[in-house]
């Protein structure tokens, strides 16, 4: 608990940085009250709302009061739909968005729960991945359900990378690797909350990634609909 109130208190401190420094700088007419710094505001302010909405929610999957609303859903079509919605993103970073996800492919899930988990899997993906790279979400059949897979030719992650990136707040040390897997524009603790969310559902998070510098691949193993 004390780890993790330092933990906060860190993440916290530069959005609220930019935030004071940016009104203090208005305020003695350093800076221009104009557009562009309130949307400054603005970013730093949803940053801090992320965070604050993201540790609510680590909060209840580590006491297992995860909110889930379970269907028997179609995985291929939850998939393909949340990874869509990243494509501007990816268009605009010119990396090349390949989603693989022909379905039907049951399983009883919380749609919105795993759109989340996939929304956060190819946002890092991107984020880790340079112009010109490629992303790639694909949906399976896995050993017993269906299998999720986002795959990227970015940073890659060393050996003793490979599970910590699933700890709260935690930064990959290695030069190759993103300085925070979950994205400086995210509350440091995506990929924790993910974990916690798969696993809610009987399956499993997994990273592997052949070294830095070639690429990762994070892969959601699901059980089928019982």
Do not use: K
């Amino acid at each position: 608990r004390i780890r993790l109130f330092g933990e906060v208190g860190h993440e916290m401190r530069t959005p609220l940085t930019v935030i004071d420094a940016t009104v203090e700088g208005m305020i003695d007419g350093v800076l221009p009250r104009d557009v562009t710094g309130l949307h400054r505001l603005s970013a730093e302010t949803r940053r801090l709302r992320r965070l604050a909405d993201d540790l609510s929610a680590l909060s209840r999957a580590e006491e297992g009061r995860l909110d889930l609303r379970p269907v028997d859903a179609d995985v291929a079509a939850v998939v393909a739909t949340a990874a869509e919605r990243l494509r501007a993103q990816a268009d605009d970073a010119g990396i090349d968005l390949v989603i693989t996800a022909p379905g039907p492919r049951t399983a009883r899930v919380d749609p919105d729960r795993i759109a989340q988990v996939v929304t956060n899997l190819v946002g890092n993906a991107l984020r880790a991945t340079p112009s010109g790279g490629h992303v790639r979400v694909e949906v399976t059949d896995g050993v017993d359900g269906v299998t999720v897979e986002v795959s990227d030719d970015g940073m890659g992650l060393a050996a003793q990378d490979l599970e910590r990136v699933f700890e709260r707040f935690y930064r990959a040390h290695s030069s190759a690797s993103p300085a925070r897997l979950s994205g400086e524009t995210g509350s440091g603790i995506g990929l924790t909350i993910s974990r916690r969310i798969v696993e809610a559902h009987g399956g499993s998070l997994t990273a592997a990634s052949p070294g830095p510098g070639r690429g990762c691949t994070f892969t959601v193993a699901l059980p089928a609909s019982r």
